[in-house]
Structure formats: structure tokens, C-alpha cells
């Protein structure tokens, strides 16, 4: 492992600056360009290189953010995920060498916050960290600036300040993308929102490409809250459905 505290080299300091990402990767090539980007974003950095690795360095630094190769020795990155998440929640951008949707579902499922498919570019990897952060500040935002009353939407709950949902009374736990995801539909609901309106709004990320993103958090959503309120344009996006007035 290796932390390593970098400078800016003079240069004004970055959204990155002094916040922590632990890189989980058993790949040493991709290991050093990972950090090699995220250090020029400004960022501090650790390395584990596998599973066992993994959950010493986040219970001991304490990082902001973990990207996590799925495949790893020692154990893989879904059991990393799971422990870590029980330690405290961190949020984790999910590496994947297959482009397999079941793999995708069940890292979402254990409380990843996005994934990406290798091989990535570094510039839109560097653009996920940054949009993760931002994400976890605008919670921590809420928490402490209420919004007046709590949206009910026939047996669904969303609580802004909480940021917690029930179902039929029952609490429901969503990462901060899912809730962030749902929040979004549910501000217009039964209006169609396109997946590239989702990306933009939930993602803050532009680039048609990461429509099947988009996808993946819709059904690890409907599992959660129910496959019946999220309802599917084809062709178009997906609308939150609520009973008739």
C-alpha cells in the first residue's frame, strides 16, 4: 500500500483538494494510472491490492471514496464493499472487467454508487470521482438545511432531511444515487424524464455513453422500492408512477 500526501506544484488547489480516494486494484499498470490522474486532480492517495488490503486501509484512513476492482485475491470487491460499507458508509465507484449487467446489479445491490466497465478513459473516471464527492457534500447539505415536509406519493415516502424512504411504512435503505436518482423522478411525477436527463441531473455527467448507467441504478431501484412505480418509456426514459389523484 502507499499514501501518498501530493502538492499542487503551485497551482491552485482543485474541487479535489485533501480528499481521500483509496484505489483497490490488483493490476499495478492500472493501479499507478489511476493514481497518476487522480493525484494530478489534486487528490490524496492510497493503494490496496487485494480484498483482506482493502478493508485494513479504509478502516484506517478513513477515506472519502474507494474505487474497487471487482476481481481481487484474498476476497473479491463485492465482500470489500460489504464490510467496508458496515464499518461506515463511503461511497464507491465499482470497476468491472466484464460487461455484464448481473455483476453491475449485485455491486449496486451492495452498496456501490456507480461502476464503471474496463477499459475507461481516465479523464471520465477522474469526472465520476468528482461527481461522487459532490454528491456525498449536496447529502451532507440536506441533512443539515431541512426541507419543509415530507413528499408522500401514495405508499411511498421520501424524507429530504433524513434522505431516508419508506414503503408501506417500512424503511427502505438506497444509496446516495438511489435516493438521489428517485428524488429526481419523484419532483415530476408520471412525466417522462430521458436517460440523458437522468445523467445530467443525477450524474452531472453529459456523455450519452453513460446512458446504461442510468439502467442499472433503475433496476437496482425497482428492486428496492418495487419494479411497479418506475415505469419505462421504451425508446425514451423512465417515469415514477403514483397514484391517480
Known sequence: MEQTHTTHNGVAATPGAQRRVLVVEDDPTIVDAISARLRAEGFLVQTALDGPAAVDAAEAWQPDLMVLDIMLPGFDGLEVCRRVQAQRPVPVLMLTARDDETDMLVGLGVGA???????????????????????????????????????????????HAQRRVRVRADDVHLTP?????????????????????????????????????????????????????????????????????
Open 113 to 159: 454508487d456507480d461502476y464503471m466497465t474496463k477499459p475507461f478513459s481516465m479523464r471520465e473516471l477522474a469526472a465520476r470521482v468528482h461527481v461522487l464527492l459532490r454528491r456525498v457534500e449536496r447529502a451532507a447539505l440536506a441533512a443539515v438545511t431541512p426541507r419543509s415536509g415530507i413528499l408522500r406519493l401514495g405508499e411511498l415516502e421520501i424524507d
Open 177 to 245: 444515487t438511489e435516493f438521489d436518482l428517485l428524488v429526481c423522478l419523484a419532483n415530476t411525477p408520471r412525466a417522462v424524464l430521458s436517460r440523458e436527463q437522468l445523467l445530467a441531473e443525477v450524474w452531472d455527467w453529459a456523455d450519452a455513453s453513460g446512458t446504461r448507467t442510468v439502467d442499472s441504478h433503475i433496476k437496482a431501484l425497482r428492486r428496492k422500492i418495487g419494479a411497479e412505480r418506475i415505469r419505462t418509456v421504451h425508446g425514451v426514459g423512465y417515469a415514477l408512477e403514483t397514484p391517480a389523484p
